[in-house]
């Protein structure tokens, strides 16, 4: 910790007049965690030593005699990772921190945000490039109410929103007023049709708030489907300002006595929510994707492109990493399953953004989904990307036709793993190069494994209720 920035954040809490201190940090499925002192106990000392806490109780973490797990401050460079909490009631100041090993006096290896760190640093070390941008489009619903529930002699779920069409046939005291999209009808209409236009506007000013760069907010193709558009940024940052941007859509969503969800495929028939995560690769100013190839890409880009292909499979156990993913992922639906690559088409797993200027040119990969780890999402992209530059994957011709349609053509082609037991089976035969310099350990792996499996194993082993329909009285 530099001493400088320390110094600075006790400043500004003075500035400010905090009452709390919210330290947070994230575990392996992504989840935000936080404990919270008075600001009167936030000192030099305890910003210095740390704070202690029971790793044993987060998921896939400590083994119980070895619980003892450290979080150290990331105040950032000029206090960026420091923001003030927009829905306290009183003036609390969030701190986003790294976890570590107090025996060792290291990083974490289970940390997201470390393995984000040390993904940075192999690629600096590769000599490959400096920078790695990410430029998420992570898609969410907003629903009025949603209730579900699992047990022994049980299983359901019933979601509402006023946007579903059904609404249009159901009497409402208020009466009617049967302006809502129809299936697929979502996709930027104005009010009335868009009824959660301000809503959203709520959510991109308070992300401002929290020093997010927002670029653009609309309805999308789904009823109740929504996007918030933030601007690109190393992969630290911006994995780092998902973690708000999923804070800020949840809680604004609540204030409104509304539900928020990140749930790839939440309704049955209508789009699912993708996580399209534009990238690039940077030395200094120079933008290592432009070149003379197809639609302005340099031979690093398509090797990069080759590499996401290459382990799209094992990739997806961080892209797509529930078992919903793949309610999303069905071949013969829009949505990216199948391992190719093209300019402006939306039916590749990867496509080439057009764009004004040598500086636009990166690759858009469309399968991740929201309910990503951003902090492990990006790091494996980028894993991937590298190990196809180390090796010169070349990810062979653009596929230019509409695969959707293009059916026979489509079959030839490889394509996504088709169920989050599938990308896990990948994941055990292909990890060497998420291993390559330590940025991802075995032990990571096998624990977020263990984790994903145990969801693989929930649904395989209870009843649904489209089993009841389909065998019921066979």
């Not at 624990?447 to 066979?474: G, Q, T």
Request: hydrophobic share 35%; with cysteine.
């Amino acid at each position: 910790m530099v001493a400088n920035s320390l110094k600075a954040f006790l400043s500004y809490l003075k500035e400010t007049e905090a009452q709390f201190v919210d330290f947070r940090f994230t575990d392996l499925k992504g989840t935000w965690h936080h404990i919270t002192f008075p600001v009167l106990a936030v000192d030099e000392n305890l910003l210095k030593e740390g704070i202690y806490f029971d790793g044993s109780s987060i998921l896939g973490w400590c083994p119980i005699n070895h619980s003892d797990t450290l979080l150290i401050p990331d105040f950032g460079e000029d206090l960026k990772n420091v923001v003030v909490d927009p829905f306290s009631s009183m003036t609390t100041i969030i701190v986003t921190c790294d976890v570590y090993d107090p025996i060792t006096n290291q990083p974490y290896s289970k940390d997201p945000r470390a393995v984000g760190k040390r993904a940075e640093a192999y690629l600096d070390k590769t000599g490959f490039a400096d920078k790695a941008f990410f430029g998420p489009e992570a898609e969410f619903f907003i629903f009025d109410a949603v209730r579900f529930g699992t047990g022994g002699h049980e299983s359901f779920y019933e979601i509402s929103s006023d946007e579903f069409s059904s609404s249009n046939s159901k009497p409402l005291n208020e009466g009617n007023h049967g302006y809502r999209p129809q299936k697929k009808g979502g996709y930027f209409p104005v009010a009335p049709l868009d009824s959660l236009q301000e809503i959203r506007a709520e959510m991109l000013n308070t992300m401002v708030q929290m020093g997010v760069e927002v670029e653009k907010h609309h309805h999308e193709v789904a009823a109740a489907q929504h996007e918030i558009g933030i601007r690109f940024n190393t992969l630290i940052k911006c994995a780092d300002t998902m973690q708000i941007y999923k804070y800020v859509v949840r809680n604004v969503a609540h204030s409104y006595g509304k539900t928020a969800t990140f749930m790839p495929k939440p309704i049955y028939g209508d789009n699912g929510s993708g996580m399209h995560v534009h990238q690039s690769l940077w030395q200094g100013n120079n933008p290592l994707f432009a070149g003379e190839g197809y639609a302005g890409l340099s031979d690093t880009a398509l090797y990069y492109i080759g590499g996401i292909l290459k382990h799209a499979k094992s990739l997806n156990a961080f892209t797509n990493p529930t078992t919903n993913s793949y309610k999303r992922l069905v071949p013969g639906f829009e949505a990216p399953v199948i391992c190719a690559y093209s300019s402006q088409n939306r039916s590749a797993a990867c496509r080439i953004p057009l764009g004004s200027s040598v500086k636009s040119r990166r690759v858009e990969v469309r399968f991740p989904d929201p309910t990503a780890n951003s902090y492990l999402a990006f790091s494996a992209m980028l894993m991937a990307g590298l190990d196809g530059i180390r090796n010169k994957i070349h990810p062979g011709d653009a596929k230019v036709q509409d695969l959707f349609e293009e059916k026979e053509t489509a079959k030839k082609l490889p394509t996504v793993s088709g169920s989050l037991r599938e990308s896990l089976l990948a994941l055990e035969k292909d990890q060497d190069y998420l291993l390559e310099d330590g940025v991802f350990t075995k032990d990571l792996i096998q624990s977020y494994s263990a984790l994903k499996w145990d969801e693989v194993y929930a649904l395989e082993h209870h009843p649904h209720p489209i089993e009841f329909s389909n065998s019921y009285n066979f």
